[in-house]
Every structure is written in structure tokens, then in C-alpha cells.
């Protein structure tokens, strides 16, 4: 099973960018479709992006601003985030699932211990 390392959250004003970073263990990074999530205080875990081998797939709140993908090679995922805004504000987090498509968080393993994210306006 692989487990998860999230980085590069930070505080950024909103309008900028950030791009985060998730690395897995395991060697079959590869086969897995991975994806990111993000809690807010007091909120639940909310999916944000997903990707395969074949596909991306956006949460209607990121679409066009957020860019996942993947870097098989060094087993890490990444999430590109511009255009950031206050309601963005959240622990981010990756996970993993064997799932041929889903976006939701019952269905992915793994998970860090998350990358906080701060927009401030």
C-alpha cells in the first residue's frame, strides 16, 4: 500500500499561485489513480482533482485554475494552483485509490498528513 508525503503549502495573497507536491511510496505508483482533497476548518473532506493514466477530472470550484499531474518516474503528484482565493484555504491532502474512476474519499488510501494552504485577500 502506498503512503503519502504532501509539501509546499504556504501563506499567499489571493490572485497568486502555489504548486503542491505529494511523493508515494511503493512501487507501483504507476497503476494507482491519485488524487488530491482539502479540508477546511470545520468542514468536511472535499475532492478537488483527480488523475490516471488516462484521465484528469476537476472539482467544478477548481476547474480552470488547478492543474493536477503526475511524474510516474518519481512517483509524485503535483497540483498547480493559480489564481488562488480565500475560499481556497484548507489542508490539502493526497491519497491513492485502486478504483478505475471515483471521487470519493472513502475510496482512497494513504493519506499524509496534509500541506496547509492560506490565501489571504
Known amino acids: 500500500q502506498v503512503q503519502m508525503v504532501e509539501s509546499g503549502g504556504g501563506l499567499v495573497q489571493a490572485g497568486g499561485s502555489l504548486r503542491l507536491s505529494c511523493v508515494a511510496s511503493?512501487?507501483?505508483?504507476?497503476?494507482?489513480?491519485m488524487g488530491w482533497f482539502r479540508q477546511a476548518p470545520g468542514k468536511e473532506r472535499e475532492f478537488v482533482a483527480t488523475?490516471?493514466?488516462?484521465?484528469?477530472f476537476y472539482a467544478d470550484s477548481v476547474k480552470g485554475r488547478f492543474t493536477i499531474s503526475r511524474d510516474n518516474a518519481k512517483n509524485t503528484v503535483y497540483l498547480q494552483m493559480n489564481g488562488l482565493k480565500p475560499e481556497d484555504t484548507a489542508v490539502y491532502y493526497c491519497?491513492?485509490?485502486?478504483?478505475?474512476?471515483?471521487?470519493?474519499?472513502?475510496?482512497?488510501?494513504?493519506w499524509g498528513q496534509g500541506t496547509q494552504v492560506t490565501v489571504s485577500s
Open positions: 491519497a491513492a485509490t485502486h478504483a478505475a474512476w471515483s471521487t470519493h474519499r472513502y475510496d482512497y488510501n494513504g
Open positions: 511503493g512501487q507501483t505508483f504507476s497503476r494507482y489513480r
Open positions: 488523475i490516471s493514466s488516462r484521465d484528469t
